[in-house]
């Protein structure tokens, strides 16, 4: 199913013709349809980025199309479908209970983990998100830094397979020293006063 998906997904690009940025205009609804229905994972589109744009380019594109997802599934099922995810995904959302109790306790930097990590879909982050008390400004920066960390750990980890004379230390270096922030802003803003656990910070940068 995966390569039939795949096949078709290069196909449309060799039909259309479309090179450089403008091949967001396929790939943003792409990474939508891919936000609602999980038919392939994300690593497809971020590939199809990186061959076709080069890396830092298609870290970029995928960037923007995996936010651009992100915000569009959010809100379609925080806004008119959240009792169907209700009903359609009750088992999975009763799987991952605790990070459920996570979202409510930590907020955007629940989020930034679970889409840095592949500890659940994507999509499924996404629902979650929609049905908890998280709002929708923290949300987007969440999702902003959360795919820019997941997508960047991917480069990190294909780009040797995708271009295989690329030197990747400075990407690597790069990406440890965003984590480092990142780190820091989570203890000062979650941990700033004593007894603070996050519940004050939850929905909060």
Known sequence: ????????IDALVAFTGLSGLWILLI????GIIQGFLGLFPFATIIMLHISALGLVNGIMASW?????????VFWVSRSLFANWVLRKWEKRLQKYGRWQLRFEKYGLWA???????????NNLISFMA???????IPYIWSSIIGNLSHIWLFAIISSSILIPDIDNVVLILSYAGFCIVLLAVFFFTVYRKPGSHGKD???TM
């Open 64 to 72: 923007i199309s995996g936010t651009v997802a992100a915000v569009v």
């Open 201 to 203: 910070n939850e929905v």
């Open 1 to 8: 199913m995966g390569e039939t998906i795949n096949g078709w």
């Open 130 to 136: 929609g049905i908890s008390p998280v709002k929708m």
């Open 27 to 30: 790939t943003i609804p792409l």
């Open 111 to 121: 989020i930034i983990l679970l889409r840095t990590i592949p500890i659940m879909p």
